[in-house]
T-cell receptor
Framework: SQKIEQNSEALNIQEGKTATLTCNYT??????LQWYRQDPGRGPVFLLL?????KEKRKERLKVTFDTTLKQSLFHITASQPADSATYLC??????????FGTGTRLKVLA | DARVTQTPRHKVTEMGQEVTMRCQPI?????VFWYRQTMMQGLELLAY????????DSGMPKDRFSAEMPDATLATLKIQPSEPRDSAVYFC???????????FGSGTRLTVV
């Protein structure tokens, strides 16, 4: 069956460092992969989308990579700040409007 | 900023009662989703509409859940009868294209006792 895995353990890093979050998938051929941020008590907020034929996408301090051979996406936040602390979710679509979400990874940036 | 509006924000109800959740998508967005989020399962897609037509409701328990879009400004999710296992946060999201991000509402936190 299709499976999307994100590290369920919280990731703690020091302010100023680069945070790297992982999204792995099995039995899936995504055409699009999105990353969202979710704060407690709020809905997810869209950050970035990357297509299957793109290796890397950047937006300000954010960088996403997509390796369809490894079946993995990496999400990087450079020069991390305490305000970046949140849960980050990846979501995959095979090409339809339907996106399936991973369970998310909690990031805590320590001042 | 344009936003997706969900009502109510919180709902506590007794088992067996009917629950209706409402969503006002962003004006102009023609794709509307209903997701449910729990600690155990994460975000699960229940149903979605494109131009008000239901495209996929395979994630929804059909015997008790129903989703409709009576018009372009309103989507509803109804549970009848509600059960304690339906306790979760229900999110509505809207968007324009599969290649764009979707905008989520703040959710309805449902507790069935």
């Amino acid at each position: 069956s299709q499976k999307i895995e994100q590290n369920s353990e919280a990731l703690n890093i020091q302010e100023g460092k680069t945070a790297t979050l992982t999204c792995n998938y099995t039995n899936y051929s995504p055409a699009y992969l999105q990353w969202y941020r979710q704060d407690p008590g709020r809905g997810p907020v869209f950050l970035l989308l990357i297509r299957e034929n793109e290796k890397e996408k950047r937006k300000e301090r954010l960088k996403v990579t997509f390796d369809t051979t490894l079946k993995q996406s990496l999400f990087h936040i450079t020069a991390s700040q305490p305000a970046d602390s949140a849960t980050y979710l990846c979501a995959l679509s095979s090409g339809t409007y339907k996106y399936i979400f991973g369970t998310g990874t909690r990031l805590k940036v320590l001042a | 900023d344009a936003r997706v509006t969900q009502t109510p924000r919180h709902k506590v109800t007794e088992m067996g009662q009917e629950v209706t959740m409402r969503c006002q998508p962003i004006l102009g967005h023609n794709t509307v989703f209903w997701y449910r989020q729990t600690m155990m399962q994460g975000l699960e897609l229940l149903a979605y509409f494109r131009n008000r037509a239901p495209l996929d409701d395979s994630g929804m328990p059909k015997d008790r859940f129903s989703a409709e879009m009576p018009d372009a400004t309103l989507a509803t999710l109804k549970i009848q009868p509600s059960e304690p296992r339906d306790s979760a946060v229900y999110f509505c999201a809207s968007g324009l294209a599969r290649e764009d991000g979707y905008t989520f509402g703040s959710g309805t936190r449902l507790t069935v006792v």
